[in-house]
């Protein structure tokens, strides 16, 4: 008679580990920059996908992979928009995509920190996604089981090329550098 049971082999911890894509509808990548030295101007992107491989028992096992469409981008005035879709800025011409690319993932208290990589223009920079609230899963009405995230992060456009700016008569530039970038995404699970 064989008396050795396991309820926590690494296959059974691993199996555990789901497919989840963004729901795109649901979901909104949003950014925000100083503007004239005086407030922040705050915009978005409206064309998100990607998928993440999750296991609430094993978050550090975790993969993220993101695709922005640059030419979505939004910030409530056409003029600017197509600046900021011109070779002064995101050059969606030359490159459609901003894609995310995660490396590594580690808690951090009730968070999680994913480590991947940003690619803007072509250019890639190492960059942290701080996870601040993870809903846990729940069921929808239509039969899908959903999971939500939200995370921050700061980068410097000036690292992914984008430099142009103008000085101001009394002094300062008229476009930050430095970007806040806020996601909220809600992910559906796959069978």
Aim: negative net charge; hydrophobic residues 35%; aromatic residues 6%.
């Amino acid at each position: 008679m064989d008396n050795t049971t396991s309820t926590s082999t690494p296959s059974a911890i691993s199996s555990q580990a789901a497919r989840w894509t963004i729901d795109a509808s649901h979901s909104s990548v949003s950014f925000s920059v100083r503007h004239m030295m005086i407030s922040n101007v705050r915009g978005g992107f409206a064309g998100v996908a990607g998928e993440v491989t999750y296991d609430p028992r094993r978050p550090e096992a975790s993969r993220v992979s993101a695709a922005i469409d640059a030419a979505s981008i939004h910030t409530r005035e056409e003029k600017r928009d197509e600046h900021l879709r011109s070779a002064d800025f995101f050059d969606v011409a030359a490159h459609p995509t901003i894609t995310f690319v995660s490396r590594s993932v580690r808690r951090r208290g009730e968070g999680l920190d994913i480590v991947g990589d940003l690619t803007i223009r072509g250019v890639s920079r190492e960059v942290t996604l701080a996870v601040s609230e993870l809903s846990g899963e729940h069921d929808d009405p239509y039969g899908n089981r959903r999971l939500g995230a939200a995370a921050t992060t700061k980068i410097r456009r000036s690292d992914f090329g984008m430099s142009f700016n103008a000085v101001l008569e009394t002094g300062g530039v008229l476009v930050g550098d430095e970007i806040s970038i806020t996601l909220d995404i809600q992910l559906i699970k796959q069978a």
